[in-house]
C-alpha cells in the first residue's frame, strides 16, 4: 500500500462545478505539497501546509493532521483547470517528499 | 531568477551509453532533488542533497550518481543506460525542507529515452 493515496484518479466535471480531491498518508508528517502538473508537464507548486488550511485564488487547501487526511478543493471551475493534481509529504525526520499517484482533471466547458 | 534550469529537454540513448543530466537553481536552496517520472505513474525519488556536499539515496538509485560540490549545481549521471531508464526526469528545490519557506520549485524536466 502507498504511503499517500489520492482520490479520485481521474475526475471529469463542468465548468464552473466545485471539485474537491483528496490525499490521505499513513506516515507521520511535517508538511504536505500541492503540486500542479500541466499537459506540457511542467509542475508549479500550488501550496505547502502543516496545518490548517490556506487559500490562493479559487484554490482552497486543508489538512487534518490528527486524521492524516487533506483536500485540495476549487471553486468556481474552469477549463484552464485541467491538470494532474499532485500531493505528496514530507515524511517526519526526513528531508524527502513522497507523492501520490496524481489526480487528473478534465474540466468541460 | 531563472529558477531551476535543467538540461537537455530532450535526449535519446543507445542502451549501455552514460550520459549527465545537468541541473542549476539561482535561488540559493539548500535541498535539491532529482525525481523521475514514468507513464501513468507518480514521481519516484532517485537522489537528494541537503547542502553542498551532502548527498542521499531515495527510493531508486539504482543505475544513477549524483554530486553536489556547489548550492547551485545538482547533477544527475546516468551510467549504462538502460531501456527501464525511459523517463522524464526532473529536478527539484526549495529553501528549506519542513518549514513554511519550504515552497518546492521544478525543473521543466527532461525526456529520457533509450532504445
Known amino acids: 500500500k502507498n504511503e499517500v493515496e489520492q482520490s479520485p484518479q481521474n475526475l471529469t466535471a463542468q465548468e464552473g462545478e466545485f471539485i474537491t480531491i483528496n490525499c490521505s498518508y499513513s506516515?507521520?508528517?511535517?508538511?504536505l505539497h500541492w503540486l500542479q502538473q500541466h499537459p506540457g508537464g511542467g509542475i508549479v507548486s500550488l501550496f505547502m501546509?502543516?496545518?490548517g488550511k490556506k487559500k490562493h485564488g479559487r484554490l482552497i487547501a486543508t489538512i487534518n493532521i490528527q486524521e492524516k487526511h487533506s483536500s485540495l478543493h476549487i471553486t468556481a471551475s474552469h477549463p484552464r483547470d485541467s491538470a494532474v493534481y499532485i500531493c505528496?509529504?514530507?515524511?517526519?525526520?526526513?528531508?524527502?517528499?513522497?507523492f501520490g499517484q496524481g489526480t487528473r482533471l478534465t474540466i468541460n466547458p | 531568477n531563472a529558477g531551476v534550469t535543467q538540461t537537455p529537454k530532450f535526449r535519446i540513448l543507445k542502451i549501455g551509453q552514460s550520459m549527465t543530466l545537468q541541473c542549476a537553481q539561482d535561488?540559493?536552496?539548500?535541498?535539491m532533488y532529482w525525481y523521475r517520472q514514468d507513464p501513468g505513474m507518480g514521481l519516484k525519488l532517485i537522489y537528494y542533497?541537503?547542502?553542498?556536499?551532502?548527498?542521499d539515496k531515495g527510493e531508486v538509485p539504482n543505475g544513477y550518481n549524483v554530486s553536489r560540490s556547489t548550492t547551485e549545481y545538482f547533477p544527475l549521471r546516468l551510467e549504462l543506460a538502460a531501456p527501464s531508464q525511459t523517463s522524464v526526469y526532473f529536478c527539484?528545490?526549495?529553501?528549506?525542507?519542513?518549514?513554511?519557506?519550504?515552497?518546492?520549485?521544478f525543473g521543466e524536466g527532461s525526456r529520457l529515452t533509450v532504445l
Open positions: 542533497s541537503v547542502g553542498a556536499g551532502i548527498t
Open positions: 506516515v507521520g508528517i511535517s508538511a
Open positions: 505528496a509529504v514530507i515524511i517526519q525526520g526526513a528531508q524527502k517528499l513522497v
Open positions: 527539484a528545490s526549495s529553501y528549506a525542507g519542513t518549514s513554511d519557506t519550504g515552497e518546492l520549485f
Open positions: 535561488m540559493n536552496h539548500n535541498y
Open positions: 501546509l502543516s496545518s
